[in-house]
């Protein structure tokens, strides 16, 4: 059970406000303020966030241990580029097509490169596959009609 809802991601917004259980409005880079007393509530996310801003540059390990925020999440943070490894840094992720060390996101620029332009090329040469033929004949259950 464990493993699946790691590979699910599950959204970890706030509902309620801890203090109160008021309403959340949300405010900005995983923050949320409650309407009826003002506490300042984080996701996942903004925990992430807030402590390197009080704490500066630190590793997911110390990360996940300081806001009980697991490291799977904060590689997916890292994955999605919504925070990097500080240049100059012992430890890096790496490039998933060529396996370069890189500080966010899934590819390095040169494979973030090769990766759109061959995307570009296919979109060039058209949504229909080749071997695929084009109709102009709707497809309805057991029926075909022509338009």
Excluded at 20 to 38: A, P, Q, T
Aim: hydrophobic share 25%.
């Amino acid at each position: 059970m464990n493993e699946r809802k790691e590979e699910l991601h599950i959204d970890d917004k706030p509902t309620a406000c801890e203090k109160c259980g008021g309403e959340l409005k949300y405010i900005s880079h995983g923050e949320y303020s409650c309407y009826e007393c003002g506490w300042i509530t984080r996701d996942d996310f903004g925990k992430i966030r807030h402590y390197i801003e009080e704490n500066g540059p630190s590793t997911a390990v110390e990360i996940a241990e300081n806001t009980d925020v697991p490291v799977y999440k904060i590689n997916d943070y890292l994955r999605q580029g919504r925070i990097e490894i500080p240049e100059g840094s012992d430890i890096y992720i790496t490039c998933q097509k060529c396996g370069t060390d890189i500080r966010y996101g899934r590819y390095c620029p040169a494979c973030a490169a090769s990766l759109s332009k061959s995307i570009q090329g296919m979109m060039d040469a058209g949504a229909v596959p080749k071997n695929r033929k084009s109709s102009s004949a709707m497809h309805y259950f057991g029926k075909k009609n022509k338009y």
